[in-house]
T-cell receptor, first 113, second 113 residues
Framework: QQPVQSPQAVILREGEDAVINCSSSKALYSVHWYRQKHGEAPVFLMILLKGGEQKGHEKISASFNEKKQQSSLYLTASQLSYSGTYFCGTDPQLNTGGFKTIFGAGTRLFVKA | NAGVMQNPRHLVRRRGQEARLRCSPMKGHSHVYWYRQLPEEGLKFMVYLQKENIIDESGMPKERFSAEFPKEGPSILRIQQVVRGDSAAYFC???????????FGPGTRLTVT
């Protein structure tokens, strides 16, 4: 039931790109992405509500393939401030029952200079 | 516009005592979620509430744990007769509607001695 995130961890040099994937076995209503730095609260990045939707701001964007129940987060030209743990959160379709948001186990991203 | 508020930020309880964690959602948000996080782990869903109603409590242990979100005042997560295994960070998040983006509070770090 928990969405599967991959990779579990990634190390980048400043300026490199990364893709983080999130895959669910259930039909999804929405996918959210958050970043959490050590000892801090998760911070909302973006939400995708429609199949095939893509969203983005600055150098972080995401896509949502409703049919495959998958979402990907794209980090381009990474900066040191991108370091942290990235979580996807999934909400099930209303007709499948359930109202809880389930989070993946997280992807640890470390950007080095 | 104040963000999500949680208090206390740190709470130390001895085994057998009660812990009360408070969460004030963002202004205009009527949906509140509680999550538990152990060090280096993901966010585990506990309960989802709307004003005066528990919508989904499937992630909450049946015994010792309860949650409420009264018409007036903050949402409260109550843990009775705490045990060492209850030590964790407890985050609440609020959202304007179901399935929309969630904004997290700073968390309450509960330590049971």
């Amino acid at each position: 039931q928990q969405p599967v995130q991959s990779p579990q961890a990634v190390i980048l040099r400043e300026g490199e790109d990364a893709v983080i994937n999130c895959s669910s076995s259930k039909a999804l209503y929405s996918v959210h992405w958050y970043r959490q730095k050590h000892g801090e609260a998760p911070v909302f990045l973006m939400i995708l509500l429609k199949g095939g939707e893509q969203k983005g701001h600055e150098k972080i964007s995401a896509s949502f393939n409703e049919k495959k129940q998958q979402s990907s987060l794209y980090l381009t030209a990474s900066q040191l401030s991108y370091s942290g743990t990235y979580f996807c959160g999934t909400d099930p379709q209303l007709n499948t029952g359930g109202f809880k948001t389930i989070f993946g186990a997280g992807t640890r991203l470390f950007v080095k200079a | 516009n104040a963000g999500v508020m949680q208090n206390p930020r740190h709470l130390v309880r001895r085994r057998g005592q009660e812990a009360r964690l408070r969460c004030s959602p963002m202004k205009g948000h009527s949906h509140v979620y509680w999550y538990r996080q152990l060090p280096e782990e993901g966010l585990k869903f506990m309960v989802y509430l709307q004003k005066e109603n528990i919508i989904d409590e499937s992630g909450m242990p049946k015994e010792r744990f309860s949650a409420e979100f009264p018409k007036e005042g903050p949402s409260i997560l109550r843990i009775q007769q705490v045990v060492r295994g209850d030590s964790a960070a407890y985050f609440c998040a609020s959202s304007p509607t179901r399935g929309s983006e969630q904004y997290f509070g700073p968390g309450t770090r509960l330590t049971v001695t």
